[in-house]
């Protein structure tokens, strides 16, 4: 497989710029592998392809404002830090992206919230990328919760409201770490959660931090000559125990998003069973792969040429895959983070 493989036309006006509402209303596209179907749905009708004794493992990572805007010293120049990863909570010391970067360099400090927080430069990173202390008295995310803005992605062209510290999160968001949403999670309203148990469907939580890398670029023509960025999972014990069980009693194991995918796929036992885990992986799924946990995939409609996208043609094949996007493009399905979904069974 080939970068190129992965390459489609998309219409602008088909990303979607803000969500369903309510956010189980989005359209559901399912792709059925057996008989190569495909069949348009509304989300709600996800519960129909679930049984008794099935599960659904979901991504209980966090999204957090991340974005921080805030003042250079002296020069009283607008600087943004993005906040991406926390090195040293004693320290409060973190890897930040900032902009514009030819303006910021080791030993400057920057000031948010009125000079309140401020942070200072002690390392470069990359060309963007930066070190960065911050003088924090108090709760650091409780801070940033109120002064930072949701980190949409950046083909969302308009500013993150207030509405978005909710829309960008999925309802069992609960492990801060996140700079970006595990975005098929978000399609699940608490109703729909509580009709898949009364239909004796377990659901159950793993925790994979989603990173930047979601969105950077695939630069090799050959696939396997690419690298991707890090991210931070748990696997807890309770999972484990309900997946395998499932496993076991020979029924379906749901999968909810690349992120959780992932997440899974990375803690594999030799007989082909999850096992609980936690720590960084760079597991990178693209065609051929031998999905060993994953049975059925809930995920969006993803960017052209993005890891994503491969991985969804991992699980369904690249051929049908590349028709089903055809065919949401030419019905006008909604795209990216805030678009409809499919069903990969």
Same mark, same amino acid.
């Given at each position: ?37 495909? !069949? ?45 990863? *926390?090195?040293?909570?004693? *320290? ?16 400057? $400090? ?13 390392? &470069?990173?990359?060309? +963007?990328? +930066?070190?960065?202390?911050? &003088? ?34 999925? #309802? ?47 630069? #090799?023509?050959?696939?396997? $000559? ?14 484990? *125990?309900?997946? &395998?069980?499932?496993?076991? &009693? ?11 995918? =992932? ?19 760079? $597991? ?9 946990? !994953? ?35 030419? *019905?006008?399905? =909604? ?11």
């Amino acid at each position: 497989m080939k970068l190129s493989d992965f390459r489609y036309p998309l219409p602008r006006n088909l990303i979607a710029k803000y969500p369903a509402s309510p956010r189980d209303t989005a359209r559901l596209m399912v792709i059925n592998r057996a008989d190569e179907s495909i !069949t348009g749905k509304k989300f709600t009708d996800v519960v129909q392809y679930f049984k008794k004794g099935d599960c659904l493992i979901v991504n209980e990572t966090k999204v957090f404002p991340a974005r921080l805007f805030g003042r250079k010293e002296k020069t009283n120049a607008k600087i943004e830090v993005f906040l991406l990863r *926390e090195l040293n909570k004693e *320290e409060n010391i973190w890897d930040v992206i900032v902009d514009p970067a030819r303006k910021v360099r080791i030993g400057n $400090k920057i000031f948010f919230d009125d000079g309140k927080l401020w942070c200072e430069v002690i390392d &470069n990173t990359t060309s +963007r990328g +930066r070190t960065v202390r911050f &003088n924090v008295a108090g709760d650091f995310f409780k801070i940033i919760d109120r002064i930072g803005k949701m980190p949409l992605p950046y083909y969302i062209k308009r500013d993150p409201t207030d509405r978005d510290k909710e829309s960008y999160q999925t #309802v069992f968001a609960r492990v801060i770490g996140a700079v970006a949403a595990p975005t098929a999670g978000l399609h699940f309203s608490k109703r729909l959660l509580a009709a898949l148990k009364r239909k004796g469907v377990k659901v159950v939580p793993v925790v994979l931090h989603v990173g930047l890398g979601s969105f950077r670029p695939v630069e #090799v023509e050959d696939l396997t $000559k690419h690298k991707m960025d890090s991210e931070y999972y748990e696997i807890p014990e309770s999972t484990v *125990e309900v997946v &395998n069980k499932v496993i076991d &009693n020979k029924g379906t194991v749901f999968v909810a998003g690349t992120s959780t995918c =992932r997440a899974v796929e990375s803690s594999v036992t030799t007989d082909g069973h999850l096992k609980p885990n936690r720590g960084w992986t760079d $597991k990178f799924i693209f065609p051929p792969y031998d999905f060993k946990i !994953t049975d059925r995939l809930v995920t969006n409609f993803h960017m052209p040429e993005s890891t994503l996208l491969m991985l969804a043609a991992a699980f369904a094949g690249r051929d049908l895959i590349m028709r089903a996007y055809k065919k949401a493009i030419k *019905e006008g399905y =909604r795209f990216f983070s805030y678009g409809d979904a499919t069903l990969i069974i």
